[in-house]
């Protein structure tokens, strides 16, 4: 018998033909059968059907049996199919291919058919669900309900089929009629335009557009449901018909439902739960805040709970109305002044003006408001004012760490006019804020102390330093090393003392440094 000697490379490459071939066969194996990983287990309206594969789209099988069932049928049916997910991680369970899936989906549908129900069109709105016996009786609810808000009856609900919508969903919107009953062709408005919605000052504005036709805009010029409105037909007991009136009512009854809001500059939670309609308290449960007086940030996301009706109308009208406006200051700018300086050369005046807004109203709530056309009455002169552009200094605390021991104000029966900060004798002393020094010495009660004159007019003291870094007349920047800390003078202990005068005014710093 011959030798057959095996190199290693060879018995490596065996070994990696080996690994492909079971990779490949647990592949195979994966695609019918879970082995370890995860997929999903499937429920159609309440039931479970099977698992398949995470890839598996469900939502795209239903629709292939609507269509399917549809054009079998020669009628629109579109059953409410409901699924959900539930992950699974199992070895060795039998997944669904998409035929089986769609042969399970199938049977609930014609089982839901063949029962002793009753053929109806459910209106779906995200999770509100309605059953009525016609379509008549579908278009006579969308009606009611939009009724409170088109009290002229300028808007019609109306059902319409988009070409996406093959598995024989209807949506529903509301569209503009004309006096005669006629919808309004798109881009055309109707000739009674100015008399819908007639308000207040509907009168005046016509006369207006007859000086300037088109110029103004009033009345009710759109209106649409917010949320998107879906019927289709399904099979239910005859107890699961609805009252329309009933139903009415429950779509328009405002529900608690949470929303995402995200913090903006100034915010604070009182005035986050005035603007939506909620409390504190409730903002501070839903998001586990310790308490009301938790601090927000900018930017932070926070979970509110807003009453809002199941389907809400969108309104967007003109308004035509007078005020009192002022028009835009004329600014000069003096680019050798701060910015906080400022000076009145000329007072404004105010002026008078009707205006014609477009606003939107979501279910009596207005969002937003654009100017749309203004008539001058009474003109408004412009105020003149000349303003600085330079951004006044900043200031910082003198020295890194510290302990705060002693603040503004009186102390002992005499004014402290600084504050202090207890910390090693030798600790760097830093200018607060760019300037000139004018006094560099020892002086009295404040020991070794070092005093800046800054630009914008304001002085800084530092005190009972033990050595001095800087002279009289050097310029010194913002965080410039000017002293080191000590104990000099009227002291009770290695610190630094600091003061900022403003108009020769001793002032908190804390006010303009922080603590």
């Not at 009606?143 to 024989?168: M, P, W």
């Not at 009512?249 to 903006?264: A, D, P, R």
């Not at 009192?324 to 600014?331: C, L």
């Not at 303003?387 to 021991?405: K, L, M, Q």
């Amino acid at each position: 018998m011959k030798n057959v000697r095996f190199t290693k490379k060879a018995a490596a490459q065996a070994v990696l033909v080996a690994v492909a071939g079971v990779a490949a066969l647990l592949f195979g194996m994966s695609e019918k059968m879970g082995i370890g990983q995860v997929y999903h287990g499937v429920y159609v309206n309440g039931s479970f059907i099977g698992c398949a594969s995470v890839e598996t789209d469900v939502k795209r099988l239903c629709q292939q049996v609507r269509r399917e069932l549809s054009a079998e049928s020669g009628e629109r049916l579109s059953a409410d199919i409901r699924w959900e997910y539930e992950e699974v991680r199992r070895p060795f369970q039998k997944l669904m291919t998409e035929d089986e899936l769609k042969g399970a989906i199938r049977g609930i549908i014609v089982e839901a058919a063949d029962s002793e129900t009753e053929r109806v069109y459910t209106v779906a709105i995200e999770e509100f669900r309605a059953n009525f016996r016609t379509l008549e009786d579908v278009l006579t609810f969308l009606n009611r309900v939009k009724a409170g808000a088109d009290e002229t009856g300028q808007y019609e609900a109306r059902l319409f089929a988009e070409e996406s919508h093959i598995s024989g969903i209807l949506n529903a919107d509301l569209t503009e009629m004309t006096a005669q009953g006629e919808p309004v062709l798109s881009g055309e408005p109707p000739a009674d335009r100015l008399s819908a919605g007639a308000n207040a000052q509907l009168s005046c504005a016509i006369a207006y557009d007859a000086a300037d036709p088109g110029a103004y805009q009033t009345g009710v010029l759109d209106m649409e449901f917010i949320e998107t409105v879906e019927i289709f037909e399904n099979y239910v007991e005859p107890g699961q018909i609805a009252d329309i009136d009933v139903q009415v009512e429950e779509v328009t009854k405002e529900k608690e439902s949470n929303k995402i809001y995200v913090v903006e500059p100034g915010d604070c939670l009182s005035v986050i739960a005035m603007d939506h309609d909620t409390t504190v308290s409730s903002i501070v449960a839903l998001n586990g805040m310790s308490g009301p007086d938790q601090m927000i940030r900018d930017g932070q996301e926070l979970i509110i709970a807003v009453p809002e009706p199941d389907l809400r109308i969108r309104m967007t009208v003109g308004e035509v109305y007078e005020e009192e406006y002022t028009a835009d200051p004329q600014i000069i700018e003096n680019d050798s002044w701060y910015t906080t300086k400022e000076v009145i050369h000329q007072e404004g005046t105010t002026g008078r003006r009707e205006r014609n807004d477009i606003v939107v109203y979501e279910n009596g709530m207005e969002t937003s408001r654009e100017l749309l056309h203004q008539n001058i009455l009474v003109e408004s002169q412009a105020a003149v004012i000349e303003r600085g552009t330079v951004i006044p200094p900043t200031y910082i605390r003198p020295i890194s760490g510290g302990r705060y021991t002693s603040g503004f104000g009186r102390r002992w029966g005499r004014m402290h006019k600084g504050v202090d900060w207890a910390c090693p004798v030798g600790t760097t002393v830093r200018a607060s804020s760019a300037g000139t020094v004018i006094q560099a010495s020892y002086s009295g009660g404040y020991g070794n102390n070092v005093v800046i004159s800054h630009p914008d007019g304001r002085m800084t003291r530092y005190a009972h330093n033990s050595k001095l870094l800087v002279q009289v007349g050097q310029h010194v920047n913002q965080g410039d090393p000017i002293a080191l800390s000590g104990n000099t003078g009227r002291s009770t202990g290695p610190h630094v003392h600091f003061e900022i005068y403003i108009n020769g005014a001793a002032v908190n710093p804390l006010d303009y440094i922080g603590n």
